[in-house]
């Protein structure tokens, strides 16, 4: 979805597939176990990186609630440190909204979006996040102008070095994980 020229997207592993990948998507095969601390990942996206030079890359928001997708961030911070890359994050949401400045009408590709979430079998085995991703995307569609959109995608979309200056300021903090249901008491 994200295939247009310029642009990387880099998943670090997969769990199942709709179609072929764009001609832009490049799979590093990271172990979702081990990968915030794999050097060997952030080395392969570091020589990724230097031989596309693209303009945007996009990445699960550093505040995902999901520990890969957090990890995601610290691949990146390793992968760029030291070197003289110059791209846009666009950093997009997973589990956790995120605070857009960024909306993309997807209107005509939400559909597709649902298919391919369907090849995560375990992550929406007891979480009807289908059902919640297409709630999500109706509300972001809320900010297009004059209605132009029944569903968008939100972004946060920075240039490299104020991403990684929020990511570095957020990563050292706890995230809660704790949830309350209502009608619940905590001490």
């Known amino acids: 979805m994200h295939g247009e020229a310029g642009v990387l997207n880099v998943p670090l ?3 199942g597939h709709l179609g072929p990948p764009a001609p832009s998507t490049h799979f590093l095969d990271g172990d979702p176990r081990s990968l915030e601390d794999s050097e060997e990942v952030a080395v392969r996206l570091r020589a990724l990186l230097q031989a596309v030079s693209p303009a945007i890359v996009y990445v699960p928001v550093f505040l995902d609630r999901h ?5 995601s961030n610290a691949v990146l911070q390793r992968a760029v440190l030291g070197t003289s890359l110059d791209f846009e994050c666009r950093a997009y949401e997973v589990w956790t ?3 857009p400045n960024r909306l993309v009408r997807i209107d005509d590709v939400l559909e597709i979006k649902l298919q391919a979430l369907a090849c995560h079998a375990s992550q929406i085995a007891h979480t009807d996040f289908p059902h919640m991703i297409r709630g999500l995307n109706a509300y972001r569609a809320s900010a297009v102008p004059d209605g132009a959109a029944r569903f968008a995608e939100a972004f946060l979309a920075l240039p490299l070095p104020e991403y990684l200056g929020l990511y570095r300021r957020f990563s050292s903090r706890e995230l809660p994980h704790r949830v309350q249901h209502s009608g619940s008491r905590t001490m």
């Open 97 to 99: 909204p995120l605070v």
């Open 67 to 71: 520990p890969d997708h957090r990890a």
């Open 13 to 15: 592993h997969t769990h």
